[in-house]
């Protein structure tokens, strides 16, 4: 899907491809991220949005490691990427 706005940002983005509970996106700002369907459907019931600086950071660490950017529940609560 090329017409697909990144959650984080709300810039332009590109859904790659999507399986099972993961959404696999890629944003020129906030760079290549999957991200838990269960935390989008939460985002939305909760009107929550992402802290942008803190979540690019933790994609940004992933990416340093060398791992894939997760962005579940998990990472969600320990770097506290939502705003207050």
């Known amino acids: ?4 706005v990144c959650v984080i940002c709300g810039g332009k983005g590109k859904e790659r491809y999507s399986t099972g509970e993961f959404r696999d996106v890629e944003c020129s700002d906030c760079g290549k991220y999957l991200i838990s369907l269960t935390v989008l459907d939460d985002m939305r019931k909760r009107e929550r949005r992402f802290n942008i600086p803190a979540t690019r950071a933790c994609i940004n660490g992933f990416i340093a490691a060398g791992l894939p950017a997760v962005i579940s529940k998990a990472e969600i609560a320990y770097h506290q990427l939502f705003s207050t």
Do not use: A, L, P
């Open 1 to 4: 899907m090329d017409n697909y």
